[in-house]
């Protein structure tokens, strides 16, 4: 069996693989982070406008105070929704990184430790 250029760099595209699986995940991470800006975004400008909405239709400061109270539990209950969505992403992001991170290095290992042990010169161990 030859163990020349071709081999290593053979081996050595086996080893990187991984790196394309990375690069999914960073795309993927950085994908439903921005959507997640953006949902709270439209939330932010949606919240503005029920409150302009409130204060040129309140008629009494109680009807104002009422409204208030409505709006800010809708959007309470709203935001408290979000968070749980993005501690929910990040528990996936978290496990799919290890579970890459691992698989990866077991690939890299796999790889290069065949290919380094059974080079000629080299001792065995």
């Known amino acids: ?15 990187m693989a ?10 993927d991470a950085f994908e439903k ?7 709270l975004l439209g939330d932010g ?8 909405k409130l204060l040129s239709s309140a008629t009494s400061p109680t009807e104002y105070f009422q409204g208030q109270v409505e709006v ?4 309470a209950a709203r ?12 528990t996936e992001a978290q496990a799919t990184f290890a579970t890459w991170a691992e698989r990866g ?8 430790g065949e290919t380094m ?3 000629p010169g080299r001792k065995a161990a």
Not at 1 to 15: H, K, L, N
Not at 79 to 90: T, V
């Open 33 to 39: 982070g921005l959507q997640f800006q953006a949902e």
């Open 79 to 90: 935001a408290q929704e979000r968070a749980q969505g993005f501690a929910a992403a990040a």
């Open 105 to 112: 290095l077991q690939q890299a290992q796999a790889a290069f």
């Open 1 to 15: 069996m030859e163990y020349g250029f071709d081999t290593i760099f053979a081996r050595a595209q086996d080893a």
């Open 117 to 119: 042990a059974t080079m």
């Open 18 to 27: 991984p790196l394309s699986e990375l690069s999914e995940f960073g795309f």
């Open 45 to 52: 400008i949606e919240l503005v406008t029920e409150e302009l």
């Open 72 to 75: 800010a539990q809708t959007y």
